[in-house]
């Protein structure tokens, strides 16, 4: 991390206020369950376009998850901004589809009812619009139960 802000020419405030970011956001996904962390920090060209991708699992006892049309109802009624939910049809099955301007998340119902999946992928420069969303969108269309 410290190498590519040298290169790119980012201030060491900048450089620790993401390293703290970050190390926040891994600490606080472990706690909660999280199985994959994904960072992309660079672009072709040179420019600074950094993604992540936060896999995490929320089991639960067989049969007890909530339905994905409850699940949606539940997050559409949170406080935390402006965001597009709904339920969506994946490869992998339904899922809830939460869309904000920088963070596009799916939760994905396991088979059996045993809980949910969520790929939680944030874009905080390029924004979920654009090449980088799209690639988003086409990850989680990817996902498959085998």
Not at 29 to 34: E, L, P
């Amino acid at each position: 991390m410290d190498k590519e802000a040298a290169i790119g020419g980012t201030s060491a405030e900048v450089s620790r206020s993401v390293w703290t970011s970050l190390r926040n956001t891994a600490e606080h996904a472990i706690n909660n369950g999280a199985l994959e962390f994904f960072l992309k920090t660079e672009a072709p060209g040179g420019s600074a376009l950094p993604a992540s991708l936060l896999i995490s699992m929320a089991p639960t006892p067989p049969g007890l998850a909530p339905t994905v049309d409850d699940l949606a109802q539940v997050l559409s009624r949170r406080p935390e901004g402006e965001a597009g939910v709904e339920a969506v049809v994946l490869p992998a099955g339904r899922a809830v589809r939460v869309h904000r301007a920088t963070n596009l998340n799916f939760h994905v119902r396991m088979p059996a009812g045993v809980g949910y999946l969520q790929l939680a992928f944030a874009l905080p420069l390029s924004g979920t619009e654009g090449p980088m969303g799209e690639l988003c969108e086409a990850m989680a269309h990817s996902l498959r139960w085998v």
